[in-house]
């Protein structure tokens, strides 16, 4: 008999043909993520369960003893799933870093673009058909050749964008790391957050969960330049959004780019007035490849595991 596997919402064509040719799978073809309780009941129902963004694996989750023995998460972030209750149930866990991080990166570099260059603010002059033409001193913004970024967290995202700020526009590169890195370019590793945060563009890009939660908080966004620029595209919660709210209202801060929010997918009506902030809806892996990528990177978690062989990719 094949084993059972609960898929939590719908992922590419291609993937979910080679789940069904392996498990006996079940999608649950729902947008929302999957709710606590919900979560429990996965846990008890299926030998597998490949989770998405959200689903909400917490540690009551794996209070009962589980069936399910594998978690084969689609994303390289798993704060939604609490990884010590599932250690201690004997479930688990995998993720798919690597497959991200390149498009990770570019989005970064896009809204640090967006952001720096005003460009939302312009395109909804555009729209609206209240833009009377070019003029000198229109919409004057950033330059971000030459200038420098301050990267929070330099793992293989981070280190993309680093590669892309350095090579592509000139930067120099600071960045602040939990432990010592060599990111393979001139880059300098700063001693505290606070030297990182004084750059011309701050660009947040460590993992989520507890350690990481409000990392980036109004002492963190203080150290910023009035002219800086922040962008983050690691977990929502990694930045106390009141405090970011207010930094940008009261311009002490130029901008900030967000792919991820703190209550996601809620966003605050403060946070969407502002015309100096570019606002996405989480499009960081939004590219077909690199989500079929992500999804066979689960599936061959899941093959390894029930073939009685080291998973690829635990966390």
């Known amino acids: 008999m ?3 596997l609960l898929v939590t919402r719908r992922l590419p064509d291609r993937v979910l043909a080679a789940l069904a040719a392996r498990f006996d799978m079940t999608l649950r073809d729902e947008t929302a993520p999957l ?6 009941a996965a846990l008890a129902g299926y030998d597998a369960v490949l989770p998405t963004l959200g ?4 540690a009551a989750a794996f209070a009962a003893r589980p069936r399910a023995r594998i978690l084969a998460n689609f994303g390289v972030g798993y704060n939604h799933i609490d990884a010590a209750a599932a250690k201690a149930a004997g479930v688990t866990v995998t993720n798919t870093p690597g497959a991200v991080t390149d ?14 260059r005003r460009a939302g603010e312009g395109e909804r002059l555009v729209r609206s058909g209240r833009w009377g033409g070019w003029q000198p001193t229109q919409m004057l913004g950033l330059h971000v050749s030459g200038k420098t970024v301050g990267i929070v967290g330099m793992g293989r995202i981070g280190q993309a964008i680093a590669r892309r700020c350095h090579f592509g526009f000139g930067m120099t590169v600071l960045f602040h790391n939990r432990s010592r890195v060599d990111p393979g370019l001139p880059a300098r590793q700063v001693g505290s957050l606070a030297e990182a ?4 563009v701050v660009i947040v890009a460590v993992p989520g969960g507890p350690a990481t939660h409000h990392l980036i908080d109004a002492a963190a966004l203080a150290a910023m330049p009035p002219h800086g620029v922040f962008v983050n595209v690691s977990r929502g919660d990694v930045v106390d959004e009141a405090a970011l709210i207010a930094a940008l209202e009261a311009r002490r801060i130029g901008a900030a780019g967000l792919d991820v929010y703190e209550f996601e997918p809620a966003v605050p009506d403060r946070l969407r007035a502002l015309e100096n902030a570019v606002l996405l809806p989480h499009l960081g892996t939004n590219a077909l490849e690199v989500r079929e990528q992500m999804g066979m990177m689960a599936h061959d978690n899941l093959v390894a595991f029930f073939e009685g062989r080291p998973v690829l990719t635990p966390v």
Request: charged share 25%.
């Open 55 to 58: 689903d909400g694996f917490r």
């Open 2 to 4: 094949k084993p059972t």
């Open 35 to 40: 709710t606590p309780e919900e979560a429990a």
């Open 103 to 116: 498009a990770t990166a570019d989005i970064a570099v896009m809204l640090m673009l967006m952001a720096a």
């Open 197 to 200: 945060m004084a750059a011309d």
